[in-house]
């Protein structure tokens, strides 16, 4: 117990620590900015490949430092797209502009410094210098690498001349760091020309000098060696450029003359704009959705368990840390969905407290004469309840491991911070609350109250069941009708009303704004149509709320847009969401959602017949999928979108409903294997396994429906829908686990055949067979 405790005392201080030191990430859609997703494209003379990539990032960076914007963040995603996040950045149009010019890299001859300007150093002017209009002589003027002013003649080779350039350093001569350029084969006779020109200007003189120019700024101006012949040049087909560089210096000359001679086209697929104020809003609600839904969990679970529940509470407020903790050190971004899967988890830590209470309250009321103390029980119930906690977490981990790897943007930080926060709850639980609980029901006025441990009644939920023992397995086929009832019911939602797709999975973009006054949807509908938008579709949402979403709408057109928008509203329109989906995106989504959701279902089947019968994994996959079909029906007949942040709420009722079926299956295994089964029917076995659990179902979904109810009602916009989504699926998941689930098991096993009846009409009991007991 000793070890145990400093264990979790270890682990509380550590993510303690982590959580006070290392600032979490967070997404753009949490603190306002503009994320672009670039796709590289072959060009005639080079080929969009992860190296080419990589140079484009290089060039693409600088572009942005030029923006002057603070904390830009690049990342390549496969070998052809990158991911642009640039904080604080709300009109796209200047982004998307810099950013989709194709990298330009020329090399120009030095006629001399410009006498209409003093010298600029680079403190004085860190701005790149503006585009220069070239004089009818084909002059221009571009500051060099020390802001020194150069007039500078006709370009005479671009970068499609250059084959290769890499950083090298010279250790025999004591050259330090040096660029060794590599021209192609039309490339080195240009080279040779334009140096041998140069080498007839005197040393010191600026005409001596070549210059390297990307994007019209001077990246490089190097002098050409003394001892280069006057028209002769350098002659191989390879230069060395060097100057005292440090090995960053070099290497970024490298990577920037490796860009300019690549030059691939990038195009714009995915494109989205959050308004700080949504992001603060969002931050604002989730966090008052958390405290608000933690404060009614823990209430819930103290007037249930008492002491232990109280200790739950503790237990539950050190996963938070440790979860958050994790996500810092990770470095993972918190983003919208992400954060709202944080707070989920919260409600789903309570899971494994609650099965383990539930079993130690069995095990105290089965005592009988071995007189079996609180301790033991609370050992017994850890031990009893850890396969069903170890077996529920990990089906929940599977559906966060596929929303990893085959979901993208938003909806992968949801994965992670869903997969963070089950670990996070089998530590807490499994660690710091047995801790605590063992600490508690050692303690002598406890012993002399075990009415007060929370443990030493078998709850109002348990005793009426055990008092009336309802025989729910003997109405199987009643139950089964009514559930395919329902999903006939829901999914006929698709064919009369169909689906409303997001822009991630049709293409197309979305604009949402923020009005001063309600604008009806009908008269901004007629006043887009005017502008030139007859097909945009329009949607109202609370006060002041409109979104516009169109299958094709330049960043022009969207300003046009905006602009009619704040007519209507009398000036007073804010955008605070901006998202645009490529068609080929929205194709590579809908895609990757639909093997996501095989994939899952897949992988759930897998798992439950490694661990159990084949015929209960494929009962709880056919609830699964029960699940999945009347959620999405719902939201068709609700007219809500089906969009990535649905997906995720999709996938997360996939390991719930799965999470409940294997609690009544491991159950079930368990009854099999027991002393006193030969004789009992399966249904019989699994009707006292399924009465057995109810407790725990009832109340983790409790504990679950307060955060998602606080969620729903404070999260506001995609936040509600989430939130309703996960509302739907748990309360469905409840039922299927129960009376879905365990009747088609009961089924299966029994293979399909009718039971005879008796006389009475009332149908009889099927006989086990004595040779061969049923086994889960």
């Known amino acids: 117990m000793r070890v145990r405790a400093l264990l979790a005392l270890a682990i509380v201080a550590l993510s303690v620590y982590v959580a006070v030191t290392v600032p979490a990430r967070l997404g753009l859609d949490l603190r306002g900015g503009t994320q672009i997703v670039l796709e590289t494209r072959d060009s005639p003379t080079a080929t969009a490949d992860a190296k080419a990539t990589d140079r484009t990032v290089e060039v693409l960076r600088r572009r942005i430092d030029a923006l002057g914007v603070t904390e830009p963040v690049l990342t390549r995603s496969g070998d ?10 709300q009109d796209p149009r200047a982004a998307a502009d810099v950013l989709g010019r194709t990298a330009q890299l020329t090399f120009h001859p030095v006629l001399g410094m410009a006498q209409d300007a003093p010298p600029a150093t680079p403190e004085q002017d860190p701005r790149p210098s503006p585009s220069p209009s070239p004089s009818p002589s084909g002059e221009t003027v571009l500051a060099d690498e020390d802001g020194t002013r150069l007039r500078l003649g006709p370009s005479s080779m671009t970068g499609a001349d250059v084959s290769e350039a890499q950083a090298v350093i010279d250790t025999q001569n004591a050259l330090g760091w040096y660029v060794d350029v590599e021209f192609k084969d039309k490339g080195a006779d240009g080279w040779a020309r334009l140096t041998g020109k140069a080498a007839c200007s005197p040393p010191g003189d600026p005409a001596r000098r070549v210059a390297i120019v990307l994007d019209e700024k001077v990246i490089s101006s190097p002098q050409v060696d003394e001892s280069i012949g006057c028209d002769t040049g350098i002659v191989g087909g390879s230069t060395r450029i060097t100057g005292g560089f440090s090995a960053d210096e070099a290497r970024e000359l490298a990577l920037l003359i490796n860009g300019g001679a690549l030059p691939v086209p990038v195009e714009t697929v995915e494109q989205r704009t959050v308004g700080p104020t949504l992001g603060a809003e969002a931050i604002r609600s989730s966090a008052l959705a958390a405290v608000i839904g933690t404060a009614l969990t823990g209430l819930f679970i103290i007037a249930v368990y008492r002491i232990l529940g109280g200790l739950a509470v503790l237990a539950l407020a050190s996963y938070g840390v440790i979860s958050y903790a994790a996500l810092a050190a990770l470095g993972a971004t918190l983003t919208l969905p992400g954060l709202a899967g944080f707070v989920l988890a919260i409600g789903m830590a309570v899971d494994a407290n609650v099965l383990v209470f539930e079993r130690a309250r069995e095990e105290y009321a089965q005592r009988g004469t071995a007189r079996k103390s609180l301790r033991s029980a609370l050992s017994a119930g850890f031990r009893h309840a850890l396969s069903a906690i170890a077996d529920s977490n990990i089906t929940t981990l599977i559906a966060a491991v596929l929303l990893f790897l085959l979901a993208s943007g938003p909806v992968r930080g949801f994965g992670v911070t869903l997969g963070i926060g089950v670990v996070a709850s089998m530590v807490s639980a499994l660690v710091v609350t047995r801790a605590l609980a063992d600490f508690a029901v050692a303690r002598k006025a406890v012993r002399r109250r075990p009415l007060w441990s929370g443990i030493g009644s078998t709850g109002a939920v348990r005793a009426r069941l055990l008092r009336r023992d309802p025989d729910l397995m003997g109405r199987r086929r009643r139950w089964l009708t009514v559930s395919a009832v329902a999903v006939l019911l829901a999914v006929s939602g698709i064919f009369v009303r169909g689906l409303d797709l997001g822009v991630e999975f049709t293409g197309g973009r979305l604009v949402e704004y923020s009005t001063s006054s309600p604008v009806d949807a009908d008269r901004a509908r007629d006043a887009l149509a005017d502008a030139g938008f ?74 439950l017949a490694v661990r159990f019968r084949w015929q209960l994994g494929a009962a709880a996959v056919v609830a699964m999928v029960h699940d999945a079909a009347i959620l999405v029906g719902v939201f068709a007949w609700l007219g809500k979108p089906v969009d990535g942040v649905f997906l995720a709420a999709l996938l997360t009722v ?45 109340n983790t979904g409790m504990g679950a429906v307060f955060i998602l109810a606080a969620l729903a009602v404070l999260g506001g916009g995609s936040l509600t829908d989430f939130a309703l989504a996960l509302l739907i699926g748990i309360v469905v998941g409840t039922y299927s686990s129960m009376l879905t689930a365990a009747p088609l098991a009961v089924v299966l096993q029994e293979g ?13 009991r099927r006989p086990v067979r004595e040779e061969e007991p049923s086994r889960a």
């Open 752 to 764: 399909g055949g009718r039971r005879p009846r008796s006389g009475s009409g009332r149908p009889a």
């Open 534 to 607: 007859p097909r945009a579709v329009v949607q109202t949402s609370g006060e002041g709320g409109l979104t516009v979403r169109t299958d094709r709408m330049s960043n022009d057109e969207a300003a046009r847009i905006g602009e009619t928008v704040s007519e209507l509203a009398g000036g007073g329109a804010e955008k605070v969401r901006d998202e645009l989906i490529g068609p080929s995106l929205g194709a590579e989504l809908r895609k990757g959602a639909l093997i996501a959701l095989a994939v899952a279902v897949g992988a759930q089947l897998l798992y």
């Open 654 to 698: 996939i390991g719930y409903s799965v999470n409940d079926s294997v609690v009544v299956f491991d159950r079930v295994r368990e009854l099999t294997g027991a002393t006193g089964a030969r004789g009992k029917s399966i249904a019989r076995l699994t009707n006292t396994a399924l009465l057995q659990t109810v407790p725990r179902t009832l």
């Open 80 to 89: 052809r797209r990158i991911i642009v996040e640039l904080p604080g950045v």
